[in-house]
Each structure stands twice: as C-alpha cells, then as structure tokens.
C-alpha cells in the first residue's frame, strides 16, 4: 500500500471541500471564535484585516507565527495565512508552522516584483488572486491549487471582483469556443502556459476551484458573486469592519450557501446595521491599488 | 428512476453528482425540506462539518433529515457526511466514536490505495483533513481500516467514508451503496 502526501489531488481536493463556504479573516483568536460560530469554512489570520493596513501603511507582512499559532490551536476548522507575493522564505516558514492553506497575497507589500513563489515544491497548498485567465493560468502553472479574484481589498467595493470574476468566466467560453488550432495563438495572447489552456478546452473549467474576493461587505454581495460564478467567498474586512461582526459573518455564510433563494437572504440582510464604510474606487491612486501587485 | 438527493449547502456535492450520473441514476440537491421528497437515497457529501451542522440547523433540516435516517432512507455520507452521521447530537446514523481531524492537519492529507470488505479491486482513497471512528457499536461491520483507525463502515441502511470517492474517477463506492442500499437487487 503506497502512500503520499501533497498530490495535486489532495491539494486541490482541500479547496473543493471549501465550495460554498466563507472564508474569513481574523486578526486575533477571539474574532476567529466569531467567524468558527457563525459557520465559517476556514479563517485567514492576519495581523490586519486589509482596510486597516491601507489606514496603518508601511510594509505589509507576514503575520506573526505566534498569532498564526494560537489561532490554529483554537479553532478547528482550517487556517490559512498570508504571505508577500514571492518571498518564500514566509512560506517555508507558514509550512513549518503546519498552516493548511497559504496565501500568496496582493494584500501584503510584493517580495519580488519578478516572479511568483514555486508553489508546486510545497506540502502545503497555496491561493492566489487573478484579475483574468491568463494571470489564473500562470498560477496554477506555479503550482497554485486553489484561486480566487483579487477585486480592490479592503475597499467594501466589490466593483473589481465582479470585473476580474466577469473576464475570467468571459475568457474561458473563449477558449472552449475555439477550435484546437487557434489554442497556441490564445495561450500566447493570455500569456498562459498552452498544456492549462488545452486542459480548459477540453474541460470547459478551470482545473482548481475559483473564489471571489475583495471587496465583499454584504449579503448580497456575497449573492452576486456566486451568481456570477464564484464557488465560494473569501471576506476581509467586510466582517469585522461592519457594525455588528456576528450577525454580518451569519448573515454572508447563509446567502453563500443559498445564492439563489432571494427571500432567505432578504430575511437575513434585514437590520444587520451598517456595513463597512468602504472606499470609491476612483479616489485611490494607481499605487494604492493592490489589485495591480503581481505578475 | 433512482432518484438520490444530495445535501448541497456546502461541499463537494457537484462531485457526488457526477459520480452518481455516471452510474445512471437521477440526482437532485437538498437545500430545503421541501427538498427531501421522494429521495431514494441520500448522500451528505464533504466539506466543513461544522459548517454544514450550522446550516443544517438553521435551515431547520437536521430533524427531518434525522427522522428519514432513522426510518431506513439509505444514506451515504464521506468525510464531513460520516462526522455528522456519527455524532449522536446531529444525525445519529451510526453507532461510532468519531475522531475529527484523526489523521492531522493539510499537511498530513494523503492518497492510498485501500482493499475495502465487499470491493471486488482497491479503491483510491483521498483523504483530507479526514476524520476517523475509534471504535464502532455492534450493528456496525467495518469496512476498512488504516493502523487501527476505521476509515469505512455500514449499520443498516447507512454507509459512511472518512476519504472522499466524489473526487476519484473511481465509481466502485457509488455502486457500492446503489446495489446494496437503494436497489438491494
């Protein structure tokens, strides 16, 4: 009987077991009870949930082991963590620490602005953020085995992840649509690997799961994303920036897991008080905008 | 037509059907209790158990659904399916003490190749996060073990995994719990 740890299989399966679900971020072990009661499939521990570390400035990293650590020994649903796009040292040290999902975040300041982490090497899987099919497709090229949009974080905007989640979907009836021939052309247009592009002809999806996030502060937001075809959320600070985080972490867990039963999530929305502050899009300059971090 | 409703509140459960499509059968998602008519048979797929215990709570689903059980719906549950199944306070399909994570973290998730009891060929055992049953009561007939740690077992009208066959291409299981079951032909 032969046995293996870290298969593609396992890594993506873990993500698959997440659909449907929320995924929240914590910056301490009592918001992680909040998020693990009000049925959270995972929580992200972080230092700063992102609209704080927009206000907090300065170099964004990866959040204290300790932390990580006594958030994993509360809650029994899985951790994942955070870590700079390419600094893989942070990773090594996430895995170490035995996180079951890491993060190679937009959210945090760019280790290297030339080149992702080599996510297949690890045993420990590992998301990233894609604005469109190309930039998914490099992706899970590095090994990634789970994605999720970047749309702007820690805006309560959700304008960017209905973009990113739109192209992606948009792109990939393109690439089914097309005959075999015109697949290399496509590959080189997208600046995706051809062996993924081929793999979504004739899968018609995407070969890892694909969530939404950034920018998701309500119900209905969460609502809206899966209808447009995300197969789970991801939250930040829509949670624990908005007045009343346990009604708010309920309330998106229950419209997540009903996106189409409108009368539920009505029920749900209904004198929940306000919801993050939230930020227009047109009043961040280009360098504050995080969605751009990354090759 | 077999028809198997599947507990689609979160989840693998796109998987199960597809597994199950192949094998012929009609399937149809449970959100609801308007959702558990004239069901065959039921798989709870996995995922986060603690997750969908909330859900199922909340939607008030976790005392029709027990009452279903309990009356002989076959049922089929893997990884967060066999968790609920085996805890007395949630559906109490099966006599067993359950052990969450049993086998670690992400990190230790495994595949192997598993002889289970009634499988004519090995099966491809994915197992994440998985959990597993210390011991079973004496209605129940082990399936499957890993060093001790039961991975696969049935009491009655109910069949319970701790890896995940809606993620392998392999159908054995599906047609396992149809033939011996729902159809018992």
Do not use: W
């Amino acid at each position: 009987m032969t046995t293996e740890t870290a298969t593609l299989k396992v890594k993506r399966g873990m993500a698959q077991m997440q659909k449907q679900g929320v995924i929240m971020d914590v910056a301490n072990v009592e918001q992680a009870k909040i998020a693990e009661a009000a049925g959270a499939v995972a929580v992200m521990a972080l230092e700063r949930v992102p609209s704080d570390i927009r206000t907090a400035g300065g170099v964004a990293r990866m959040t204290d082991p300790a932390m990580i650590q006594s958030i994993m020994d509360t809650v029994t649903i899985p951790v994942m963590a955070k870590v700079r796009i390419g600094h893989f040292a942070e990773a090594r040290i996430l895995e170490a620490l035995g996180v079951d999902y890491i993060d190679e975040s937009e959210v945090l300041t760019p280790a290297d602005d030339n080149y992702h982490i080599q996510k297949a090497d690890y045993k420990v899987p590992f998301v990233c953020g894609c604005r469109d099919l190309g930039e998914a497709l490099r992706r899970i090229g590095e090994g990634a085995a789970m994605l999720r949009t970047k749309g702007e974080p820690g805006t309560g905007n959700i304008v960017e992840a209905v973009r990113h989640m739109e192209k992606v979907q948009t792109q990939i009836k393109q690439v089914v649509a097309a005959d075999p021939e015109q697949l290399m052309t496509i590959a080189r247009d997208l600046k995706a690997p051809y062996e993924l592009v081929q793999e979504v002809h004739a899968a018609g999806k995407l070969p890892v799961v694909n969530f939404a996030a950034g920018g998701v502060s309500t119900p209905a937001d969460a609502a809206l994303m899966m209808n447009l075809g995300a197969e789970g959320i991801f939250v930040g600070s829509g949670i624990f920036k908005s007045d009343n985080p346990e009604k708010f972490a309920k309330a998106i867990v229950t419209a997540t897991a009903h996106p189409t039963d409108y009368a539920l999530i009505a029920k749900v929305s209904s004198g929940l008080g306000n919801a993050m502050k939230g930020i227009e899009l047109s009043t961040l300059t280009e360098a504050e905008k995080m969605a751009n971090r990354g090759i | 037509m077999t028809q198997i409703g599947i507990l689609a509140l979160q989840g693998a459960f796109t998987e199960h059907a597809r597994a199950l499509q192949a094998l012929g059968v009609t399937t149809t998602f449970v959100r609801t209790a308007a959702d558990l008519t004239d069901l065959d048979g039921l798989v709870l797929p996995g995922g986060e158990s603690t997750t969908m215990r909330k859900l199922l709570t909340r939607e008030n689903l976790l005392a029709p659904l027990r009452q279903l059980i309990h009356q002989g719906l076959p049922t089929f549950g893997t990884c967060a399916g066999l968790v609920l199944l085996s805890q007395p306070d949630a559906l109490n399909g099966l006599t067993g003490d359950v052990v969450r994570n049993g086998f670690g973290r992400q990190r230790e998730s495994f595949e192997t190749e598993l002889t289970l009891q009634g499988l004519a060929q090995p099966f491809p055992a994915v197992f994440i996060r998985a959990p597993y049953l210390k011991t079973v009561g004496p209605d129940a007939t082990v399936l499957a073990q890993i060093d001790h740690r039961i991975v696969a077992a049935q009491q009655a009208n109910v069949l319970v995994t701790a890896f995940h066959p809606e993620l392998t291409a392999d159908t054995q299981l599906h047609a396992y719990f149809l033939k011996h079951f729902v159809t018992k032909s």
